[in-house]
């Protein structure tokens, strides 16, 4: 007789992210201007690191049952001094051995009134924008709205593949192959049934050493994003890769090194889908990550190519 499949353990929305840093007074949190109370938290530590990622789950009962069933779970504890507080479960992924947090109860935040493009575009034979009314831009960041997905390298693909889909709503919206028909890449959404969701909240590959691949944070649209560009360039960041229009996924993405080396990304217009969507199946190729844009910088951005110790970069700001 089957054993009976695990009770899953149900994912509203990726949350926030940790990064450890040595050039650190305090923790300090950086919140988007969407609801959620924060998406990054840059903590003082002994060395530099990633220090996981954060999920909201749909109960506090599910919050208990993680703690209770999850590899090397903590009991559940309160984010007393995280902004929107709320409480928390951390456990640690079986394979790599990094933290993963969830979390419920947060209060969320005020969106905040920071301006934003809203223009109609003009195309060739459809002139959307009214006549006399002109596109200005104010040079400035890109202000980010939410954490949108993030990525690592497995050790062990099959075995994480199936400890995340097993245990959580998470299902594939791409598997990508290698030449022996091998999955080796998935792109995980949320299954939140006929609930929209972007095409992927989390996504790994299988590799030779784990590392963290980048984090991903949702900017307005185009012009916000090449703005954002230009500023960091021209505030002496390291590009990484970008800016450029992905396949899976189709977001429009754009790379940076932040000063340890750590990859983050901004992307705006990324696809949608629900549970009528299945998995597709596709073979890893460097044609398959972009359509437009630069080609990959083999020694800047790993992807499924090289291994960890070929991607750390440290930069510096000029």
């Known amino acids: 007789m089957a054993a009976e499949a695990p009770r899953k353990i149900i994912l509203n929305r990726i949350s926030h992210a940790y990064y450890k840093y040595q050039d650190m007074e305090k923790a300090i949190y950086f919140r988007g201007y969407g609801t959620a109370p924060w998406v990054v938290c840059a903590v003082k530590a002994d060395r530099d690191e990633f220090a996981g990622v954060g999920y909201v789950v749909e109960s506090e009962d599910e919050l208990r049952y993680a703690a209770e069933t999850l590899p090397k779970a903590t009991k559940v504890y309160e984010l007393e001094d995280a902004p929107g507080k709320g409480k928390c479960v951390t456990f640690y992924d079986p394979v790599d051995n990094f933290p993963f947090h969830l979390v419920y109860g947060q209060e969320e935040a005020g969106v905040l009134e920071v301006p934003l493009p809203q223009e109609p575009i003009n195309y060739p034979f459809e002139k959307n924008r009214p006549k006399n009314h002109f596109q200005r831009f104010q040079k400035r960041p890109a202000p980010v709205h939410k954490l949108g997905h993030w990525g690592h390298c497995s050790t062990n693909y099959a075995k994480a593949y199936e400890f995340y889909t097993t245990h959580f709503n998470l299902i594939a919206s791409d598997l990508v192959h290698d030449d022996a028909g091998t999955d080796i890449t998935c792109f995980l959404r949320l299954d939140r ?17 784990f590392h963290v691949h980048h984090t991903s944070y ?52 990324g696809d949608l889908v629900d549970d009528t969507q299945p998995p597709h199946r596709s073979k890893a190729s460097p044609d398959s990550l972009h359509v437009w844009g630069k080609s990959i910088p083999p020694k800047t951005l790993p992807f499924m190519i090289l291994a960890a110790d070929q991607m750390k970069f440290r930069t510096r700001r000029s």
């Open 193 to 209: 049934g006929k609930e929209p969701v972007d095409h992927h909240c989390f996504f790994f590959y299988q590799g030779p050493k």
């Open 218 to 269: 949702e900017t307005h649209d185009f012009d916000t994003q090449v703005l954002g560009h230009d500023w960091l360039r021209e505030k002496g960041y390291k590009n990484c890769w970008g800016v450029g229009r992905h396949v899976l996924g189709s977001q429009i993405f754009d790379y940076w090194f932040d000063p340890t080396g750590n990859i983050m990304e901004h992307y705006v217009d």
